[in-house]
T-cell receptor, first 113, second 110 residues
């Protein structure tokens, strides 16, 4: 089982460029999440999708958009990257909300110069 | 009210010792309190979790202690091993999302 797969693993962007981070899970989970991890800040929720067809903002949604393409895939888009978006991005999924625990991907390390 | 405060930021423990990480919260609507373990270059992984109707939960060398009246919970790692060296995150959930603490980097020296 692959679990949660994130692509790419590393990316360097110039300020103002756009890109999409991809996430796919093969566990038939209903809920999916995007977090960013910064030193001393822990993990902060960007957007989440409680079920296919729904998306909601988390703690730090500004500068991001998401698409729940189908039950398996949940993408995160940066329309105009800024240096403040330099971070490690994690996608996670859960069977039915938080009480079943999250399965995280291995992360995407993004640097915006 | 959405915050989960975690301490210490870093912890150094000798092999065989007890590691203790503390978390505190304000929002009494939180109803599920997991701990996640993260190794370098990996995503966090669920370690152990507790609900507020229980004061303690033990799984092997890992124990969560929960104090509902004080709105605090802690992770105890007994007989700490070098393989336990990782970053630990506490978290709290409300409705359909987790709020994470800022993390504790644990180093266990032989």
């Amino acid at each position: 089982n692959a679990g949660v797969t994130q692509t790419p693993k590393f990316q360097v962007l110039k300020t103002g460029q756009s890109m999409t981070l991809q996430c796919a899970q093969d566990m038939n989970h209903n809920s999916m999440y995007w977090y960013r991890q910064d030193p001393g800040m822990g993990l902060r929720l960007i957007y989440y999708s409680a079920s296919e067809g729904t998306t909601d903002k988390g703690e730090v949604p500004n500068g991001y958009n998401v698409s729940r393409l189908n039950k398996r895939e949940f993408s995160l888009r940066l329309e105009s990257a800024a240096p403040s978006q330099t971070s490690v991005y994690f996608c996670a999924s859960s069977l039915e909300g938080v009480n079943y625990g999250y399965t995280f991907g291995s992360g995407t390390r993004l640097t915006v110069v | 009210q959405q915050q989960v405060k975690q301490s210490p930021q870093s912890l150094i423990v000798q092999k065989g010792g007890i590691s203790i990480i503390n978390c505190a919260y304000e929002n009494t609507a939180f109803d599920y309190f997991p701990w996640y373990q993260q190794f370098p270059g990996k995503g966090p992984a669920l370690l152990i979790a507790i609900r507020p109707d229980v004061s303690e939960k033990k799984e092997g060398r890992f124990t969560i202690s929960f104090n509902k009246s004080a709105k605090q919970f802690s992770l105890h790692i007994m007989d700490s091993q070098p393989g336990d060296s990782a970053t630990y995150f506490c978290a709290a959930s409300m409705v359909d999302k987790l709020i994470f603490g800022t993390g504790t980097r644990l180093q266990v020296f032989p």
